[in-house]
T-cell receptor
Framework: QVQVVQSGAEVKKPGASVKVSCKVS????????IGWVRQAPGQGLEWLGW????????NYAQKFQGRVTMTTDTSTTTVYMELSSLRFDDTAVYYC??????WGPGDYWGQGTLVTVSS | QSVLTQPPSVSGAPGQRVTISCTGS?????????VHWYQQLPGTAPKLLIY???IRPSGVPDRFSGSKSGPSASLAITGLQAEDEADYHC???????????FGGGTKVTVL
């Protein structure tokens, strides 16, 4: 069965970086990409980007260009999302979701990782 | 400000039918991109409920149905049940932004 498991909660200071991991199993890693979506407290869903697990090609949301980096480790079937220059309004739950194509949908989601930016 | 527009809330009595609209534009839904719907129970991750406008993944009850027409889509829940209380999000792809775009989410309350 498909499993998507994310790393634990993080607390970071403004200006720092955070790296969230997303370990997947139960399917052929190279056949599906991973999308990243965040949800600020009480807010809707916001897309950060998508990475092709086969070749590492990425598609980032314009809003996060220059601040977000997505990478894969095929040996451990893990995908990483690093967000730099953190601001208070980056506080959110970050989700990864398996997505066959760059345009979605996300069919299996991780449990979410709470990232809190606090001084 | 979400790219796709959903009503903030809808409500209905058990057994009733409710619908949630999702309105986009010529650069996303109106351009022919599929619409997907997610159900998010309180305190949990979103779950894919409907994909490609009207297809239910395995295990999703047939009380849930989706449709699309022009730049809009809708999700219908028939025979509303208490366990359907959740937030529902629509999602599509926007060719101008080259991005997944979401609606702001709709909270469904079972009276």
């Amino acid at each position: 069965q498909v499993q998507v498991v994310q790393s634990g909660a993080e607390v970071k200071k403004p200006g720092a970086s955070v790296k969230v991991s997303c370990k997947v199993s139960g399917y052929n890693f190279n056949n599906f990409g991973i999308g990243w979506v965040r949800q600020a407290p009480g807010q809707g869903l916001e897309w950060l980007g998508w990475i092709n697990s086969y070749n590492g090609n990425t598609n980032y949301a314009q809003k996060f260009q220059g601040r977000v980096t997505m990478t894969t480790d095929t040996s451990t079937t893990t995908v990483y999302m690093e967000l730099s220059s953190l601001r208070f309004d980056d506080t959110a739950v970050y989700y990864c979701a398996r997505a066959h194509a760059a345009w979605g949908p996300g069919d299996y989601w991780g449990q979410g990782t709470l990232v809190t930016v606090s001084s | 400000q979400s790219v796709l527009t959903q009503p903030p809330s809808v409500s209905g009595a058990p057994g009733q039918r409710v619908t949630i609209s999702c309105t986009g534009s010529r650069s996303n839904i109106g351009a022919g991109y599929d619409v997907h719907w997610y159900q998010q129970l309180p305190g949990t991750a979103p779950k894919l409920l409907i994909y490609s406008n009207g297809i239910r993944p395995s295990g999703v009850p047939d009380r849930f149905s989706g449709s699309k027409s022009g730049p809009s889509a809708s999700l219908a829940i028939t025979g509303l049940q208490a366990e359907d209380e959740a937030d529902y999000h629509c999602q599509s792809y926007d060719r101008s932004l080259s991005a997944w775009v979401f609606g702001g989410g709709t909270k469904v309350t079972v009276l």
